[in-house]
């Protein structure tokens, strides 16, 4: 019964063997097929206007909150997202 056994546990071992061989050699997903545009969140700001930070009341959270200065003259609150357009003295 002993060689039973141990024939038995090096059919087992092999078997496992086997098998995480086949499971590391599996073709799995790298990445390099994803688009490379950008990003909603990314292109919602362009690199130039994140650099002009004020904090400023923020109208939807009604308090204070980091706003970026946007190139069409309005802010835009970094937490929520919310644009606030300029107002003009006309």
Excluded: K, N, Y
């Excluded at 092999?14 to 050699?25: E, H, L, P």
């Excluded at 490379?36 to 002009?52: G, M, Q, W, Y």
């Excluded at 959270?61 to 609150?77: H, I, K, S, V």
């Amino acid at each position: 019964m002993s060689q039973f056994a141990a024939a038995l546990g090096a059919a087992i071992t092999t078997a496992g063997v086997g098998a995480v061989i086949i499971a590391r050699s599996w073709p799995v997903p790298t990445g390099r097929h994803r688009s490379t545009r950008e990003t909603a969140d990314a292109a919602l700001l362009r690199p130039v206007e994140a650099l002009d930070q004020v904090e400023a009341r923020c109208v939807v959270q009604d308090r204070d909150t980091l706003q970026l200065r946007l190139a069409t003259g309005g802010t835009c609150c970094t937490e929520c997202r919310h644009t606030t357009p300029t107002t003009t003295g006309d």
